[in-house]
Every structure is written in structure tokens, then in C-alpha cells.
């Protein structure tokens, strides 16, 4: 398919796949090989650039995601004769050494700082979460930042934000492409219905690990990642709803969210390092049904429900019917999800997201698990928690439910419950660590569940 992309103030026209990366075309068309791949999926961040003034993984995305987009690269900020003030830093604070991560650190820091000019240690490090070093250690890297932000290098620079939003991209609508890049949902489902077992992607970051794996493959693609009626947060008639497209970026942004749904805010913000969440959709991550997906973890026990469409109309049903087994969603040929739809959390409610992995970036959990409780006249008047990582896929702690629906919390009960929900689990894997931090989260929940009870 042709592209058009404007990568460091230059506009380029690319005649490429729709599913070359966006780091391949950087390093193979145009010859910018500042951008490294180390890992290529997205858990490494040498291939980071700036796209549409956000920090992404550019092996993470696809040409058709690239295109009318606004890049800027390390080769954009300054020649090794003409540094920037923060490519200077770097050097003088001695936060180079074999520099193959260095152009994904400085574009990390670089998106910090276009969105926070004073940034704290804490969001440096959060910041730079994704993008690992194996030779300079991340001390004198932080120093570089901070001397750059002390230098005055945040008054040097233009904020870039919101440019070229959808942009003017050249979307393959036409019979003999494979790639179709809908700007409207109707046409989108349109699309989906004359073309039955056409691929659909959307943030595309589990995609693009799996095609290089030969566990993905297309004839063709639908990329919903431009259909604005699936992108945003409302809050409407006592529910918070969400459009499938929506990223965990932004629902980590949502003021709604923040408000109502910290769970959920704690999952996304969970979810991976900034440029991992600036791809990955709400919708992508419920639609894999996926065992691993941390979403439904926290979805579920807020009561989450999801509305699929098709030209035929719309279904709406509970994520738990919604997700029917491992990579089986309740999904016809011709539907896409297109919202996703959490009631208001009741007063006084509380909810909590957990997630246990090797690093805390990494997108993949060993273990997530969520809880929501109502609490009445001092008794638990509703209680729901699910576990990921666990099974084939997300589901309810049934039993752990039950034990508590109605009874009073005591030191003795939060025993009986942790053993409850240790017994209840089943993973595959690692079992008895499993078994055994399901039963210390459930235990952490309660606690914190009493101590709120006597507040209220
Ligand atoms: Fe590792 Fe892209 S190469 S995140
Ligand atoms: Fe060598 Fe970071 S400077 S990996």
C-alpha cells in the first residue's frame, strides 16, 4: 500500500506492506538507523520514537498505522557535530556507553518532557520504564534528564500535540487493496461484512510479535485504529463507557476514570511501559480472550459489560459471556467490539487491581487479579474479584464470592477467604507461587477492606 508519513519535518511517500513496521521503514527506506531493534515486541524501547507527539515502539507499528502520522526520530533532535541540549547531556553526564539504547532513552525522555517540563524522579523513572539499558546503568541516564530539564532544554523546544490526528493518511479503500482504513464506523462495518475473515487490528501490539512468530497471518486487513466512534470516555445515564479503540494511554489520561475507576486506572497504568500503553486498546485487549490479558481481570468484578456491532445492529452482554473460552469471544465474522460499558462504582464502594510480574514494566503479568466490594451496616453486601494468568482465561473467584456475599469481617473470615481463593485457583504453571500470591492479595484486599470500613 502507498503511505505518506512526515518523519522529521520531511514528508516521505512509501510504496511498503501494511504490516512493515514503522522501525523497518525508518531503518530500510529511509536510511535513519538511529532507531535500533533489540527485542521486537515491545518490551526493550530501542526502536522508540515520537509519533503524533507520543512515545511509541516503532517495530510496533504497522505502515497502515504509520501512515499520515508525524514522526520524530533521534536524527531529528541533532546531528553528532549539532547535538541537542538533552543529546549533549547524555554525553557530558557520561550516560553513553555502547549507545544502542541511547536514541530510545533520549526520545523517552524527550516525550516526558513535551508533556511534563518538570518532571519528578518518580516520573523520570516511570517514563523511561520500558527502554532497558545493559551497560550504562540508569543513575547517570536520570542525571542527563535532569541536567537537560535544570538547563532550560523544555523552553527550547515546540510542545507538539495533537498533530495530524488521523492526518492525511492515503487509506487503501480501493477493491484491489488489502488493507482498508475506515474513517467512520458505519463504513467499517460495511467493510467487515463484504469481506468475511478479514484480520482487524487496532493498537496491533500483540499482532506484530505474532506475524513475525507465524502465529498471525492475513489476506486481509481492517485497521479500526482511525474510526472516531470508537475512540473516547463518557459518562452517561450512570455508566462510565469506553470505545473500544480507546488506549490505555488515554484512559490512564481519563479524569472519568481517575474518578471513578482507579482499579481500572491501575490496570492500564500496569499494562506496560508509556509507549506500550500509548498502542495497546481496551478493546484489543478484551477481544484476544486471552488468559493473560489484564483487563478483564479488573472488568469483571466492575460489572463491565461489552456492545459488539455488526451492520445488523448491536448485542450488548457481560464480558464474562462475552469471553466464552481461550481466543474464543463472542464475536460473529461480521461484528466488532465497538464499546465497552462499566457501571458508576457505588458510593462508598471499594475496588483494587493487582498485578505481580518479573519487571515492572513488562507487559505480561504472572498474576493480576481485581476486587470490588460494597459494604452495608458493616457486612459485605457485594463482593466480586477475578484472576488472570491463572486459567484460559480470566474468570470470576466464584467461591471466594460466595464465602464473603453477606458476612462481616473479622480476622478469622480473610483466613478462611485466602485459603478459599488458594484453593480455587488453578494455574498451569508455577502453581504453588501462584496459589500461594493469590491468597496474600486476597489477605492485602480484606485488610485494606477493614481499615476502609472503619472510615466509612
Ligand atoms: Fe524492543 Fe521495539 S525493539 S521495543
Ligand atoms: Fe549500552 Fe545502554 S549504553 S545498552
Redesign the pocket.
Known amino acids: 500500500m502507498k503511505i505518506e508519513l512526515t518523519v522529521n519535518g520531511v514528508l516521505h511517500i512509501a510504496d511498503v506492506p501494511p504490516m512493515k513496521t514503522l522501525l523497518e521503514i525508518l531503518r530500510d527506506e529511509l536510511g535513519l538507523k538511529g532507531s535500533k531493534e533489540g527485542c521486537g515486541e515491545g518490551e526493550c524501547g530501542a526502536c522508540s520514537v515520537i509519533m503524533n507527539g507520543r512515545l511509541v515502539n516503532s517495530c510496533l507499528v504497522p505502515a497502515a498505522q504509520a501512515s499520515g502520522s508525524e514522526i520524530l526520530t533521534i536524527e531529528g533532535l541533532g546531528t553528532s557535530d549539532d547535538m541537542d541540549m538533552l543529546q549533549k547531556a547524555f554525553v557530558t553526564e557520561g550516560a ?7 536514541p530510545g532513552m533520549i526520545l523517552a525522555a524527550r516525550a516526558l518532557l513535551e508533556e511534563n517540563p518538570s518532571p519528578s524522579e518518580e516520573d523520570i523513572k516511570i517514563a523511561l520504564s520500558g527502554n532497558i ?4 546503568g540508569y543513575e547517570k541516564i536520570y542525571a542527563a534528564i535532569n541536567k537537560a530539564v535544570a538547563d532550560g532544554y523544555c523552553s527550547t523546544f515546540t510542545v507538539r500535540r495533537n498533530l495530524c490526528s488521523s492526518g492525511n493518511a492515503v487509506p487503501a479503500h480501493g477493491k484491489e487493496s488489502i488493507c482498508f482504513a475506515p474513517e467512520t464506523l458505519s463504513d467499517a462495518l460495511r467493510i467487515l461484512d463484504d469481506n468475511r475473515g478479514i484480520s482487524v487490528i487496532a493498537g496491533a501490539t500483540d499482532i506484530i510479535p505474532d506475524l513475525r512468530n507465524g502465529r498471525f497471518k492475513y489476506e486481509k486487513l481492517l485497521d479500526i485504529s482511525r474510526v472516531p466512534e470508537l475512540k473516547g470516555i463518557t459518562l452517561s445515564d450512570g455508566a462510565i463507557v469506553i470505545g473500544s479503540c480507546t488506549t490505555n494511554g488515554e484512559i490512564i489520561r481519563s479524569s472519568i476514570v481517575k474518578k471513578y475507576l482507579p482499579a481500572l486506572w491501575e490496570a492500564s497504568f500496569r499494562s506496560g511501559a508509556p509507549a506500550v500503553q500509548n498502542r495497546a486498546t481496551i478493546g484489543g485487549n478484551i477481544a484476544t480472550a486471552s488468559g493473560a490479558a489484564d483487563l478483564p481481570s479488573i472488568l469483571l468484578p466492575l460489572g463491565a459489560s461489552v456492545a459488539v456491532e455488526s451492520i445488523s445492529g448491536t448485542r450488548e452482554m457481560r464480558l464474562e459471556d462475552f469471553i466464552r473460552g481461550y481466543r474464543d469471544p463472542d464475536l460473529m465474522e461480521n461484528e466488532l467490539i465497538s464499546l465497552i460499558i462499566i457501571p458508576v462504582p457505588k458510593k462508598g464502594s471499594v475496588q483494587k487491581f493487582y498485578k505481580r510480574g518479573s519487571r515492572r514494566a513488562l507487559t505480561l503479568s504472572r498474576i493480576s487479579i481485581g476486587f470490588y466490594a460494597e459494604i452495608k451496616n458493616g457486612e459485605i453486601d457485594e463482593f466480586r474479584a477475578a484472576a488472570g494468568s491463572m486459567s484460559p482465561v480470566p474468570v470470576h473467584l466464584d467461591k471466594l464470592e460466595s464465602l464473603l456475599r453477606g458476612k462481616k469481617l473479622s480476622s478469622g473470615l480473610i483466613q478462611e477467604a485466602a485459603e478459599t481463593a488458594k484453593a480455587e485457583v488453578n494455574p498451569r504453571r508455577s502453581a504453588m507461587w501462584r496459589k500461594t500470591m493469590t491468597s496474600k492479595l486476597v489477605t492485602k484486599f480484606l485488610e485494606e477492606l477493614i481499615q476502609h470500613r472503619e472510615i466509612i
Open positions: 553513553v556507553q555502547c549507545g544502542f539504547c541511547t539499558c545493559r551497560c550504562t
